[in-house]
């Protein structure tokens, strides 16, 4: 008895398959085999799936991912059916999408859009799948394997089968990566567990990367650019997706059931073959003179991997030397690497809309977006404050939240320090608003505000005041910003960024007798402004209205005291 059964759902262009005539005796006794070893606990039904190596049009794989997934999380799924009707999504989200440029996009990374072999319908059917947990789950800003991956079960699951899939993923601690931060870090790590498993050595004298065939030592070749050899290693985790999906298949099988490690593992096999000459990957040749061919980690080495794979799926787990406390390890090291802001441009690529900051989870249209974090000022005029933020990671890597406000918690100063105290990173920015409402000021704090035992202050040159109210937005940076003066860039006075004490907050100092850049009393009720010499501003206040108190400042200038209507501070959580 024969079987052409099609194990794929009807938004894949089946066609695309070469049709394979199967054994029905042997389907049945795979059956039987993948029902037995389900039972017979999770660590033989780990070796069978690694041996597994099923093909993309098999007919168990109609069932296989749900089964896993089933076995693995406890979750019930049907896993009988995988045609698509007019039930499992409706039409009209199939419409909306089209007119949503972004809609289905918000967790992606523009490099990583594979949609494999999804007709049009099944394209518009994973965007409604992740448009709609995007609107579920507003703290969830990027997740670039979501993509990929759901994009994968589509072809084998029901809809609701492969959402409910997703989400169990996305509730799984360390299983799919929900922040840039993470993202980049996983990105870079491969290089780090290539050292610890020995793949890779440092040349420590000069700080370059020294690759080496294990299998030949004499075989070494330096990556002169140590930037450029970090970059290629660290796209492995948008390579992967690329490999043949008769490739992929098989690494999801494992992947359900033991998570990231086998994507780690699949990397480093083919980085250790990419250091071989055994295995001349097409397209990549010797050099002319005959020499060994330079150190190359691209696309086509995972397009035209030289591994079957069921070779491929041997060598991952035979690989020696690899364990998840060397890929936590892994992780701590990339911790401590001092990279830079354009290593995160090269990784990172979010699908936003034309002319918006990465950090679009608050700057969507009003429709769209699940929340903005101020009552006192605009979306818009917070993204103004943070693309100031000289670190521009502040606008690429991190989302805006709601730390403290005065409407809220009261007005407390020791309040405002203990929920200071909790924020995940230091810097933070403090509003300010008037009590007329005629004035907002504030302030990007570079580090955590907390009371110190001596009057001393602290920050960095990140530091800068800014007024909002009345218009237009103006910035007041650290004067030593860019500056070649040494008594500027050395010079106390000039570095007056924050102080803080149980009697209030202050940044930039002051001028003789005059009041600093910007200060709150204890109990943020009382605000005073004026000149300084760290950031060369006049005093923030020039509304009249709020102008009730005045001071005599050095030089003629004037400094105020103000009552305050409102405080905030907006802390940064990673996206």
């Not at 319908?121 to 990929?148: D, M, S």
Request: hydrophobic share 35%; net charge neutral; proline share 5%.
């Amino acid at each position: 008895m024969s079987s052409t059964l099609s194990p794929f759902t009807d938004l894949v262009e089946s066609s695309s398959f070469k049709k394979e005539v199967y054994d029905g005796n042997e389907v049945a006794v795979l059956e039987s085999l993948l029902d037995k070893n389900s039972k017979s606990g999770y660590a033989k039904l780990k070796i069978f799936i690694r041996n597994l190596n099923l093909p993309p049009a098999h007919p168990i794989r109609k069932s296989l991912w749900s089964q896993l997934l089933s076995i693995k999380y406890s979750i019930k799924l049907q896993v009988s059916d995988s045609s698509i009707n007019g039930s499992n999504i409706s039409a009209t989200n199939l419409m909306d999408i089209d007119g949503l440029s972004l809609a289905g996009y918000e967790f992606s990374d523009q490099m990583l859009l594979p949609t494999f072999f999804l007709n049009t319908h099944g394209q518009k059917c994973l965007r409604t799948i992740l448009h709609n947990i995007f609107i579920e789950r507003p703290q969830l800003v990027y997740a670039p394997q979501l993509w990929p991956l759901t994009a994968l079960f589509l072809h084998y699951m029901p809809i609701s089968n492969a959402r409910k899939c997703i989400l169990t993923l996305l509730d799984q601690p360390g299983v799919l990566i929900q922040t840039k931060s993470d993202w980049k870090e996983h990105c870079l790590s491969l290089e780090q567990l290539a050292y610890l498993c020995n793949l890779l050595r440092r040349d420590k004298a000069k700080n370059l990367a020294l690759l080496v065939s294990q299998s030949n030592e004499s075989n070494v070749r330096t990556v002169c650019d140590a930037k450029v050899g970090r970059l290629q290693l660290a796209r492995w985790c948008l390579l992967i997706w690329l490999l043949p999906i008769e490739h992929l298949v098989c690494l999801v099988d494992s992947f359900i059931l033991e998570g990231p490690k086998v994507f780690y593992r699949a990397g480093l096999v083919i980085l250790k073959a990419s250091l071989s000459e055994k295995y001349p990957f097409n397209g990549i040749e010797c050099n002319v003179n005959g020499s060994p061919r330079d150190f190359i980690y691209d696309e086509e080495i995972f397009k035209h991997t030289p591994f079957t794979p069921s070779k491929l799926m041997r060598k991952m787990f035979s690989l020696r030397g690899l364990s998840r406390r060397k890929i936590v390890q892994s992780l701590k090291n990339v911790q401590s690497l001092q990279v830079n802001f354009d290593m995160d441009k090269e990784l990172i690529h979010p699908c936003n809309k034309s002319g918006k900051n990465t950090f679009a989870a608050y700057l969507l249209d009003d429709n769209e977006k699940p929340t903005h974090p101020s009552e006192c000022i605009s979306s818009n005029e917070l993204a103004s404050i943070i693309t100031s933020i000289e670190d521009r990671k502040f606008s690429y890597l991190f989302k805006p939240y709601l730390v403290f406000s005065s409407n809220v918690d009261g007005n407390s100063l020791r309040t405002f320090y203990a929920r200071a105290a909790e924020t995940e990173n230091p810097a933070t920015i403090l509003l300010v608003r008037s009590s007329s409402k005629s004035s907002i000021v504030g302030a990007f704090c570079s580090d955590r505000w907390q009371p110190r035992v001596e009057s001393t202050y602290y920050g960095n040159g990140l530091c800068f005041l800014f007024r909002i109210k009345p218009g237009p937005f103006v910035i007041y940076r650290w004067v030593g910003s860019g500056s070649t003066d040494e008594e500027i860039t050395h010079s106390i006075q000039y570095q007056r960024f924050q102080q803080a004490s149980n009697n209030g907050i202050e940044l930039g100092g002051s001028i003789s007798n005059g009041p600093p850049g910007l200060s709150l009393d204890s109990c943020l009720t009382l605000a005073s402004s004026g000149p300084t010499l760290t950031f060369s501003n006049p005093c923030l206040i020039t509304d009249p209205a709020d102008l009730t108190q005045t001071v005599r400042c050095e030089n003629g200038q004037i400094g105020c005291i103000f009552t305050v209507g409102l405080v905030e501070l907006i802390g940064f959580r990673d996206l």
